[in-house]
């Protein structure tokens, strides 16, 4: 499966070229278009209960859509549903990825995804605790909210990322969560910051530029329930 990203990086569309006969998993509703001749297949990927802990615990969808090309060959184009950036993670074995909840979009046959605990780091950070984790070998597409930066770390190097922009990380790091402000509840609030994770190399990072829950909360500010100012003139 080869990848060619258009649109970048505001409203990246993902296409996916397939060889003849073969496949790539997609989340339901991902897909905007395909070529002549490819068959769509949905099912339940590993069955009722990994879809089950896939929809409720992952963010994901219960059914998987399956695209396989003709024997031509064929292409699949995929996009988010916020508007932002794509990324390829090239996932090698021994090397699983955890991406963050609601950020999978799609992978190829030779990858398996499955439901993982990401810890009481991602509970508390807002996160929703479980996310997908990616393992085998091919090629795992995210998409984010905003751009995608990458930081790839060298042995020992750290660097502190805000939970809600982390994308993807490299499962065979280090890392924990702690308070933006170590040890003081109230101050982490009074920053905005809340909660962050500390991240120490090697492995690879993947954050967005924005944060879909600031956005969220933005977004309900200004509605009449929520909105002090909203009975002065009405």
């Not at 996310?131 to 770390?153: E, K, M, P």
């Not at 065979?172 to 109230?186: D, H, K, L, T």
Request: aromatic residues 10%.
């Amino acid at each position: 499966m080869q990848i060619q990203l258009r649109h970048a990086p505001s409203f990246t569309v993902a296409r996916a070229f397939l060889a003849p006969g073969e496949s790539v998993r997609v989340e339901r509703g991902a897909m905007i278009a395909h070529s002549g001749g490819v068959q769509l297949h949905s099912k339940s990927e590993g069955g009722i209960m990994a879809g089950l802990r896939r929809s409720v615990l992952g963010g994901e969808s219960f059914f998987v859509n399956t695209f396989t090309a003709p024997a031509e060959g064929g292409w699949v184009d995929m996009a988010g549903v916020l508007p932002g950036d794509i990324a390829s993670i090239d996932i090698q074995p021994n090397r699983p990825f955890f991406l963050s909840r609601g950020n999978w979009i799609a992978n190829a046959e030779g990858v398996t995804i499955d439901t993982q605990f990401g810890g009481m780091s991602n509970l508390f950070g807002g996160e929703g605790g479980f996310g997908i984790r990616a393992n085998g070998q091919g090629q795992a597409l995210v998409s984010c909210y905003g751009a995608i930066d990458v930081f790839d770390l060298a042995p020992g190097q750290p660097v502190t990322i805000d939970t809600g922009h982390v994308v993807a990380y490299d499962l065979g790091m280090n890392f924990n969560m702690r308070r933006a402000v170590e040890g003081r509840s109230i101050q982490s609030m009074k920053s905005g910051e809340g909660f962050v994770f500390d991240f120490v190399g090697p492995g690879r990072v993947l954050l967005q530029t924005r944060n879909p829950e600031s956005f969220s909360d933005w977004a309900r500010s200004p509605a009449p329930g929520n909105n002090p100012r909203s009975g002065l003139f009405g």
